[in-house]
Antibody, heavy 120, light 110 residues
Framework: QVQLQESGPGLVKPSQTLSLTCNVS??????????WSWIRQHPGGGLEWIGY???????YYNPSLKSRITISVDTSKNQFSLELSSVTAADTAVYYC????????????WGRGTMVAVSS | QSALTQSASVSGSPGQSITISCTGT?????????VSWYQQHPGKAPKLLIY???DRPSGVSSRFSGSKSGNTASLTISGLQAEDETDYFC??????????FGGGTRLTVL
């Protein structure tokens, strides 16, 4: 049974870079058909797709965040990561990592989510 | 891209059927059969109910079904149960190769 677990600081200062890692257990991140994704949810709000990455390193980003995002994968550690630069209070959210089973928007396994607050 | 449009709330009585709609554009919902639906209980991660418009992952109740007409996708829940009372989100693949979500619908079981 594949499980995902997010990790990273819960508090980031404005203008700094938010860094999160998603550890994949119970299966290989290099399994061919899956895309590994980051999705966030603002307090009391809807879901926002951040981007996803294939094990080969090909990444796709939300155009509205593209200039500030880097998603990377480390197959040796079976994990993938998110960096979001120049954060503001608007980036305060619960951040989820998720597996896309098809590469076409079918997020079938999710981490529990990690709350990240941006505040000085 | 703009978020997909969902009604803010819907309600129904136990045993009834309800439908939640999700309206997009010809660049997302209308362009591909890659619409998904998620159920999210408070404080929990979303759960995939439907993908590729009509397909259910293993373990999801057959009471949940999906459909699409033009730029609007729909989730139907039949035989409403108290445990169905929570939030539902739609999402779609887009012609730009991205993913866009709806704003969510709160289901109340009367």
């Amino acid at each position: 049974q594949v499980q995902l677990q997010e990790s990273g600081p819960g508090l980031v200062k404005p203008s700094q870079t938010l860094s999160l890692t998603c550890n994949v257990s119970g299966g290989s991140i290099s399994s061919g058909t899956y895309y590994w994704s980051w999705i966030r949810q603002h307090p009391g709000g809807g879901l926002e797709w951040i981007g996803y990455i294939y094990y080969s390193g090909s990444a796709y980003y939300n155009p509205s965040l593209k200039s500030r995002i880097t998603i990377s994968v480390d197959t040796s550690k079976n994990q993938f990561s998110l960096e979001l630069s120049s954060v503001t209070a608007a980036d305060t959210a619960v951040y989820y990592c998720a597996r896309d089973r098809t590469g076409y928007n079918a997020f079938d396994i999710w981490g529990r989510g990690t709350m990240v607050a941006v505040s000085s | 891209q703009s978020a997909l449009t969902q009604s803010a709330s819907v309600s129904g009585s136990p045993g009834q059927s309800i439908t939640i709609s999700c309206t997009g554009t010809s660049s997302d919902v209308g362009d591909y059969n890659y619409v998904s639906w998620y159920q999210q209980h408070p404080g929990k991660a979303p759960k995939l109910l439907i993908y590729d418009v009509t397909d259910r992952p293993s373990g999801v109740s057959s009471r949940f079904s999906g459909s699409k007409s033009g730029n609007t996708a729909s989730l139907t829940i039949s035989g409403l149960q108290a445990e169905d009372e929570t939030d539902y989100f739609c999402s779609s693949y887009t012609s730009s190769g991205h993913v866009v979500f709806g704003g969510g619908t709160r289901l109340t079981v009367l």
